[in-house]
Antibody
Framework: EVHLLESGGGLVQPGGSLRLSCAAS????????MTWVRQAPGKGLEWVSS????????HFADSVRGRFTIARDNSKNTLYLQLNSLRADDTAVYYC?????????WGQGTLVTVSS | DIQMTQFPSSLSASVGDRVTITCRAS??????VAWYQQKPGKAPKLLIY???SLDSGVPSSFSGSGSGTEFTLTISSLQPDDFATYYC?????????FGLGTKVEIK
């Protein structure tokens, strides 16, 4: 059974940094691209970033490019999202999701709150 | 960026009703459209991929159609468990984009 578990969210001040993790199990992690999607409180879904199975190819939303970094450790079956220069409008639940395209598996999400 | 215009933004319906939600893309996305269901406090759940393919375990009361720029999600007979918010997503190109959602409420 596929399982995705995010961690690392919390309260951070504007301009601060945070690293989110997504521990994956139940599938051959290195064979699949992974994606981060976020959802601001009371708002819709926003695609953030995707990474290929090898980690060599990445894509970012314009709203986070240059501030966020996506990475993966296939030996640990773990996906990461490094969030730097955080702003109030980065406040959201961050979900990791399986695949590049239609996402058939999602984690439960981790809440990032950017506030002073 | 491809804009996904989803409508209506909300609707009220009764159990047993047929419900249709539409997404219009600002340019052709071929058939690369997915539909998700989300309930409060939960992660989205994939219903439909490639515009009309039902994901595993999804009831056959859900169906998707369309191509190019116009896509629809239909629930043939609304059940109590179907009251939720629904999102379309295009994955033809980056950045991936979602519609703003349709909240299906009980009449």
């Amino acid at each position: 059974e596929v399982h995705l578990l995010e961690s690392g969210g919390g309260l951070v001040q504007p301009g601060g940094s945070l690293r989110l993790s997504c521990a994956a199990s139940g599938f051959t992690f290195s064979n699949f691209a992974m994606t981060w999607v976020r959802q601001a409180p009371g708002k819709g879904l926003e695609w953030v970033s995707s990474i290929s199975g090898s980690g060599r190819t990445t894509h970012f939303a314009d709203s986070v490019r240059g501030r966020f970094t996506i990475a993966r450790d296939n030996s640990k079956n773990t996906l990461y999202l490094q969030l730097n220069s955080l702003r109030a409008d980065d406040t959201a639940v961050y979900y990791c999701a399986h695949g590049w395209n239609a996402h058939d598996y999602w984690g439960q999400g981790t809440l990032v709150t950017v506030s002073s | 960026d491809i804009q996904m215009t989803q409508f209506p933004s909300s609707l009220s319906a009764s159990v047993g009703d047929r419900v249709t939600i539409t997404c219009r893309a600002s340019q052709s996305v071929n058939n690369w459209v997915a539909w998700y269901q989300q309930k409060p406090g939960k992660a989205p759940k994939l219903l439909i991929y490639k515009a009309s393919s039902l994901d595993s375990g999804v009831p056959s009361s859900f169906s998707g159609s369309g191509s190019g720029t116009e896509f629809t999600l239909t629930i043939s007979s609304l059940q109590p468990d179907d009251f939720a918010t629904y999102y379309c997503q295009q994955y033809d190109s980056y950045p991936r984009t979602f519609g703003l959602g349709t909240k299906v409420e009980i009449k």
